[in-house]
């Protein structure tokens, strides 16, 4: 087999995400290395071992790893068919310092609820314009390794909170069009994001992003019907481009924007 080296890198506007990083190889190996922040790491295909703090660690496929910063460490194929991964490098916004330390004794973390959440992310960050999706889903994700990382903590407590989740939902219908960033609604609402997003999912058996984009594909139905083009319409309700506009559509509606304004069709 041919040595492997397939990258994708980019640096999202989410705040708390520091870069984004996707790779598969073969042969390659890590030498030791520190980063200033941490990271956030799954392995899709094959494992990696590595060494951190002189302790040997792996990533078998069902295995959430996270790195501190400024702790060196390697990292190398554990399988000959070598390994694919995607990795979040995040800042301090969601992990503090002081947790460094339980990073550095226990990094290899087997939760399937807090992978699946991570590959969420990830999904999210790699579609331009769900950036509200993927800062909500990162929340969750930073909340979750907290409590990992401070098992003495107790657990946060979901608790029904309407007049947090009314206010919420009052900013996202005021900034339909213009969109709004989870962490500015925390300041304005003076509620921690994670809080946000559990208070209003459940008032409303929905995600603020997924309400979000309600909002905008019923506007985009209105104007579709007008006679409005599919790009146009898209531009206008405040999704990314005609891409962003479709595959919402498409998902709530059933058909794609352009065959819903060809119908000629009433309200579904």
């Given at each position: 087999m041919a040595a492997r080296r397939d990258v994708s890198a980019w640096r999202p506007t989410v705040p708390g995400v520091v870069e984004v990083f996707h790779a598969h190889f073969t042969e390659y190996a890590y030498p030791m290395h520190v980063h200033e922040a941490w990271t956030l790491l799954i392995v899709d295909d094959g494992a990696v071992r590595y060494d951190l703090d002189r302790h040997e660690h792996g990533t078998p496929h069902d295995t959430v790893s996270l790195l501190p910063p400024h702790v060196p460490h390697n990292g190398s194929p554990a399988t000959a068919e070598g390994f694919r991964k995607r990795v979040l490098y995040l800042d301090g916004t969601h992990l503090p310092d002081n947790l460094i330390g339980a990073a550095v004794d226990g990094p290899d973390l087997r939760d399937p609820v807090l992978r699946r959440r991570v590959g969420q992310v990830h999904a999210a960050l790699a579609r331009p314009g769900d950036e509200l999706e993927a800062e909500s889903r990162l929340t969750l994700v930073g909340?979750?390794?907290?409590t990992r990382l401070r098992p003495s903590a107790a657990a946060p407590v979901p608790r029904r909170?309407?007049?947090?989740?009314?206010?919420?939902?009052e900013l996202l219908d005021e900034r339909v069009v213009e969109g709004l960033a989870l962490g500015e609604a925390?300041?304005?609402v003076q509620a921690h994001p994670a809080?946000?997003?559990?208070?209003f999912s459940g008032a409303y058996g929905i995600a603020p992003h997924q309400y979000l984009n309600a909002r905008r594909v019923d506007r985009a139905r209105r104007l579709l019907l007008a006679g409005h083009g599919p790009a146009d319409v898209a531009a206008a309700t405040g999704f990314h481009d005609q891409a962003h506009l479709?595959?919402?559509?498409?998902?709530?509606v059933g058909v794609p924007p352009g065959r819903y304004r060809a119908s000629g069709a009433g309200v579904i």
């Open positions: 909340e979750r390794l907290r909170d309407p007049v947090v989740a009314r206010r919420l939902r925390a300041r304005l809080h946000l997003v559990r208070a479709t595959r919402h559509f498409r998902k709530l």
